[in-house]
């Protein structure tokens, strides 16, 4: 069963720290997409690609964080410098060119800032 | 801008009674809404979604949704609730119908469904 693969699961760093998320999208989608998850705001849309080049990054502070597709295989979303607030869970997800997605997720990875 | 509300942090039933989750929608264009559910550390998975055709579309793990066009809801629906149902509920609606590159999902706030036994 095809799967989208996010590493870390688990991240714990000081402030300050550089922090980055991985993302290994299901073979053949072209789409990409990046969520973080609080308690506060829920889901929110962070960026997203096709084709490996961005579409919508509106909803990510431009100022610390910065999204890639390096390859069709590898989706990186980094944080410079890292905050408290910044902690959360963060989810990567694929999809295809079909204008009805299901997307699907990963995991997350669980991001804490000390 | 396309959204979509879920009036219910949480929602408790009992084991084998049928189950509802509300989510209404505000959307301009047509509406494209889906469900979504997630479990503890989990990312989400796909249930079910409304793009046209019947009000009533049915999903994975016996779970149907009903879309209402007069009160712009689609609420989630089960005839008879399973502990192992108990997560949480993530109504979804595409951001722009109108366009073959934006189809990324506004999310709402999730609501969470305690099946008691």
């Known amino acids: 069963d095809a799967r989208v693969t996010q590493t870390p699961r688990h991240k714990v760093t000081e402030m300050g720290q550089e922090v980055t998320m991985r993302c290994q999208p299901i073979l053949g989608h072209n789409t990409v997409f990046w969520y973080r998850q609080t308690m506060m705001q829920g889901l929110e849309l962070l960026a997203y690609?096709?084709?490996?080049?961005?579409?919508?990054d509106s909803g990510m502070p431009k100022d610390r964080f910065s999204a890639e597709m390096p390859d069709a295989t590898l989706a990186t979303l980094k944080i410079q410098p890292s905050e408290p607030r910044d902690s959360a869970v963060y989810f990567c997800?694929?999809?295809?060119?079909?204008?009805?997605?299901?997307?699907?997720f990963g995991d997350g990875t669980r991001l804490s800032i000390l | 801008a396309q959204s979509v509300a879920q009036p219910e942090d949480q929602v408790n039933v009992a084991e084998g009674n049928p189950l509802t989750v509300k989510c209404t929608y505000s959307?301009?264009?047509?509406?494209?809404l889906f469900w979504y559910v997630q479990y503890p550390n989990r990312g989400l998975q796909f249930l079910l979604k409304?793009?046209?055709?019947?009000?009533l579309v049915k999903g994975s793990y016996g779970f149907e949704a009903e879309f209402n066009k007069s009160q712009t809801s689609f609420h989630l629906k089960k005839p008879s609730a399973l502990v192992s149902d108990s997560a949480l509920y993530f109504c979804a609606v595409r951001v722009d119908s109108n366009s073959n590159s934006g189809y990324a999902l506004n999310f709402g706030k999730g609501t969470s469904l305690l099946v008691t036994p």
């Open positions: 997800a694929s999809g295809t060119r079909d204008r009805t997605p299901p997307q699907h």
């Open positions: 690609f096709r084709n490996r080049a961005p579409l919508d």
């Open positions: 959307v301009s264009g047509n509406p494209y």
């Open positions: 409304y793009i046209t055709g019947d009000n």
